[in-house]
C-alpha cells in the first residue's frame, strides 16, 4: 500500500496498534523506541490528514462544473 | 280546520322512510377528513367525517372492518367512506354507515408506499448485508437538496460547525412536484461519478405528498446501486420513506445526517494529542522500569566486583584478628589462672616452709647450695640461711659420715 493511500481510519487503528505493542511488558527499550518513532510519525501523518483549508460548499451544475454556493 | 298532529316517532319514522327510498342516500360516497375517532371496544368505529363546510357523524360496524377497512383510521386523515346514510330515529339526527373506507389522494399514496415497501423488502433491498459503513474521516460530501430549503442550510451549518475542513457539494434537486425522483436519481448520480466520499439525500419536512419523490421506486434503486455510501435524511424523526429503508443509513432529520457524515475536527485532533500523551507516558514508563532492571543489575554487579569481593575478605580477615586476639587474650587468661594455682600449690611446698621447722640450707661463697661435705673445707666461709634470716659461720670442722 503506498503511503498516500493510508486513511485517518488506518492511520488511527496503526496508532492504536502501536500502543498495544508498547503496552506489552516483553519488548526491549530498542523496540520501544522503535515503535514510540513509529508511532509519532502515525500522528504526525494523521495530522497531515487533517486537511485545514477552510471550504467553500460548492455545487454541481448540471453539465457538471463546480461552482460556489 | 283540523290540525294533524304526530308524534316524534312518526315524523322520524317517516324521514327514515324518505332517506331509505332515496337510491341515492342508499349507496354514495363521500369525502371529507376524519375527526372524533373513535375504535369502541364492541369492534364498531364511530367517527366524524367533516370538511370545510360542514360534518356528519358516521360508524362503521365491527362486521365491516373486515372487508372495508385496511389501516388504522386516525384523527385528520382524508378519507373516501362509501356507504348509506340513514336516520338513528332515537336521536333524529342521520348519520353515515360505513361499508368502506379509502384515504383518500395521500391515503392512496399510503398504500403504494406500503405496497412498494413490502415489495423492495421481499427482494432484499433494505437487508443489512447490502449497507454500506458510513465512512467516519471524510474530505468531500454530497449532499442531494433542494438549494434553497432549510435542510441545505441545516447540513451546511453543522457540517461547517463539526469542521470546515470539509468540501461540501451540492447538487440542487427538485424535491418535490414533477420531476423530482428522476432530479433526484440524477443528483446521485452526479455526486458519485464526482467521487465523493458520503451522500447525504434528503430534505425538510412536509406531507406525504411533499416527501413523496422519496417514496419512488427509481430514487430507492439509485441508491441501493450508489457505490458511495448514502445517509437518507427526509423531513422529521416520525416521517420514515422508501429512501430511508434503503440507504446505507437513516438520519432522522437533516441536521443529524451532517452530525452523522461530518466528523468533528477538533475532536479528532483531541483525539490524537491523546494518543501521542499515551504514547509518551509508555515510553517514560518503559524508560523508567529498564533504568529500575539496571539500577537492580548495577547493584548485582556490585556485589560481585572484585573491589567488593576484596573488602569483603578484608572484612573477614579482620572479623578472624579479632576472634584470634580474643583467643589469645583468654588463652592468657587461662594461663595466668593456672600460674596462680601452680604458685600457691608451689609455695605450699617450699623449702622456705622447712626452714621454719629447724632445718637451714647453706650456701658457699659462690652462691652454691651445699649439698655434700665433698668441697667443703675447713675455714671455707659458709651462709646458713633460715626463715628469719642467715647466719655467716666458719667451718671448723668436716666430719664424713661413715
Known amino acids: 500500500m503506498s503511503e498516500e493511500k493510508i486513511t485517518l481510519e488506518e492511520r488511527f487503528l496503526n496508532i492504536e496498534n502501536i500502543l498495544d505493542q508498547m503496552e506489552k511488558g516483553d519488548i526491549s527499550l530498542d523496540q520501544s523506541f522503535e515503535l514510540y518513532k513509529k508511532g509519532l510519525g502515525e500522528i504526525k501523518a494523521a495530522n497531515e490528514l487533517l486537511d485545514t483549508v477552510e471550504k467553500e460548499m460548492l455545487v454541481l451544475t448540471a453539465n457538471g462544473d463546480l461552482e460556489e454556493f | ?402
Request: hydrophobic share 40%.
Open chain 2, 1 to 402: 280546520m283540523t290540525k294533524n298532529v304526530y308524534s316524534v316517532g312518526q315524523v322520524n319514522q317517516y324521514i327514515k322512510n324518505m332517506f331509505s327510498q332515496d337510491f341515492m342516500l342508499r349507496s354514495i360516497c363521500v369525502k371529507g377528513e376524519v375527526s372524533n375517532c373513535k375504535y369502541h371496544t364492541s369492534g364498531h368505529v364511530y367517527f366524524t367525517i367533516k370538511d370545510e363546510q360542514g360534518a356528519m357523524s358516521a360508524v362503521m360496524f365491527s362486521g365491516n372492518r373486515r372487508s372495508g377497512l385496511s389501516f388504522q383510521m386516525k384523527e385528520g386523515d382524508k378519507v373516501l367512506v362509501t356507504g348509506s346514510i340513514e336516520v338513528y330515529e332515537k336521536t333524529g339526527t342521520y348519520q353515515m354507515y360505513a361499508k368502506s373506507i379509502e384515504l383518500d389522494g395521500a391515503g392512496n399514496l399510503y398504500l403504494k408506499f406500503e405496497a412498494l415497501k413490502k415489495e423492495l423488502e421481499e427482494m432484499g433491498m433494505f437487508d443489512a448485508g447490502y449497507k454500506q459503513p458510513i465512512p467516519k474521516y471524510i474530505k468531500r460530501l454530497g449532499i442531494v437538496t433542494a438549494s434553497t430549503g432549510a435542510a441545505v442550510q441545516d447540513i451546511r451549518n453543522i457540517a461547517t460547525r463539526r469542521n470546515p475542513f470539509v468540501q461540501l457539494i451540492l447538487y440542487p434537486a427538485l424535491v418535490q412536484g414533477e420531476g423530482a425522483a428522476e432530479s433526484i436519481v440524477n443528483g446521485i448520480h452526479a455526486l458519485e461519478q464526482l467521487g465523493v466520499d458520503t451522500i447525504i439525500v434528503g430534505r425538510g419536512g412536509g406531507s406525504i405528498e411533499d416527501l413523496w419523490a422519496f417514496n419512488e421506486e427509481i430514487v430507492a434503486r439509485a441508491i441501493f446501486e450508489c457505490r458511495t455510501p448514502i445517509i437518507s435524511a427526509v423531513g422529521h424523526e416520525t416521517d420514515w420513506t422508501i429512501a430511508d429503508y434503503v440507504s446505507d443509513m437513516r438520519a432522522p432529520t437533516p441536521s443529524a445526517a451532517a452530525e452523522l457524515a461530518v466528523y468533528e475536527y477538533s475532536a479528532v485532533v483531541e483525539q490524537l494529542a491523546l494518543k501521542k500523551a499515551r504514547m509518551d507516558r509508555i515510553l517514560q514508563e518503559k524508560c523508567r522500569l529498564e533504568r529500575e532492571r539496571l539500577s537492580h543489575f548495577q547493584t548485582r554487579l556490585f556485589f560481585l566486583s572484585p573491589q567488593n569481593q576484596l573488602n569483603e575478605k578484608r572484612k573477614r580477615l579482620m572479623d578472624m584478628e579479632e576472634k584470634l586476639q580474643d583467643r589469645m587474650e583468654w588463652i592468657i587468661k587461662d594461663k595466668r589462672h593456672q600460674f596462680l594455682l601452680l604458685s600457691n600449690s608451689l609455695e605450699a611446698n617450699s623449702p622456705m616452709k622447712k626452714l621454719s621447722q629447724g632445718f637451714a640450707f647453706l650456701e658457699d661463697r659462690n652462691k652454691k647450695t651445699v649439698k655434700s661435705i665433698e668441697n667443703v673445707h675447713i675455714e671455707d666461709e659458709l651462709t646458713v640461711h633460715l626463715t628469719d634470716g642467715k647466719i655467716l659461720a666458719k667451718v671448723s670442722e668436716v666430719i664424713k659420715r661413715e
